[in-house]
T-cell receptor
Framework: GEDVEQSLFLSVREGDSSVINCTYT??????LYWYKQEPGAGLQLLTY?????DMKQDQRLTVLLNKKDKHLSLRIADTQTGDSAIYFC??????????FGAGTRLTVKP | ETGVTQSPTHLIKTRGQQVTLRCSSQ?????VSWYQQALGQGPQFIFQ???????GRGNFPPRFSGLQFPNYSSELNVNALELDDSALYLC???????????FGPGTRLTVL
């Protein structure tokens, strides 16, 4: 398909791990990104992974990339209430475009 | 280092009017991209400016136009506003055409 797909909602308990999944469209995408958006705010870059990697870890964040299935995931360890936000997966397209998913709303319950 | 800034924060216009949104890129960045984010959706690419020239455009009509200035700040102009233009407009800057993009806080446009 032509869309970057994400599940719309995820709810976890504080202290648990969160896993947000994404299926992207273009096998030639060079970079894949995860952005976080809090209510009323712009997008904050969380992390990105180059297409020749299959894993990247950055503190509590782990990104896994399966190029064969065009599947990207973001794992947040020890999820905190401050992690509650909408998380967007995005792929780089061509020279300048980025294609975003519709976002996954993560709710962290105390 | 100053991040990406946008103005105004909020704007209310009526159908048929014209609007100009502004963006200052992050220090050292020469590329600005504009996105439209409708409620409940991900951002959609409008166009990109690199060194004052349009460098790619998404599926938006010609009434969406832009400029980039010598200091790499940018404007997005929308003519003949329609109700469906109501959205959060996001600007992102990067150090080059394919580099990682850093977003501003956005301008929320409401068209009545």
């Amino acid at each position: 398909g032509e869309d970057v797909e994400q599940s719309l909602f995820l709810s976890v308990r504080e202290g648990d791990s969160s896993v947000i999944n994404c299926t992207y469209t273009d096998s030639s995408s060079t970079y894949l990104y995860w952005y976080k958006q809090e209510p009323g705010a712009g997008l904050q870059l969380l992390t990105y992974i180059f297409s020749n990697m299959d894993m990247k870890q950055d503190q509590r964040l782990t990104v896994l990339l399966n190029k064969k299935d065009k599947h990207l995931s973001l794992r947040i360890a020890d999820t905190q209430t401050g992690d509650s936000a909408i998380y967007f997966c995005a792929e780089s397209i061509g020279n300048n475009d980025m294609r975003f998913g519709a976002g996954t709303r993560l709710t962290v319950k105390p | 280092e100053t991040g990406v800034t946008q103005s105004p924060t909020h704007l209310i216009k009526t159908r048929g009017q014209q609007v100009t949104l502004r963006c200052s890129s992050q220090s050292g960045h020469n590329t600005v991209s504009w996105y439209q984010q409708a409620l409940g959706q991900g951002p959609q690419f409008i166009f990109q400016y690199y060194r004052e020239e349009e460098n790619g455009r998404g599926n938006f009509p010609p009434r969406f136009s832009g400029l980039q200035f010598p200091n790499y700040s940018s404007e997005l102009n929308v003519n003949a506003l329609e109700l469906d233009d109501s959205a959060l407009y996001l600007c992102a800057s990067s150090g080059g055409q394919r580099d990682t993009q850093y977003f501003g806080p956005g301008t929320r446009l409401t068209v009545l």
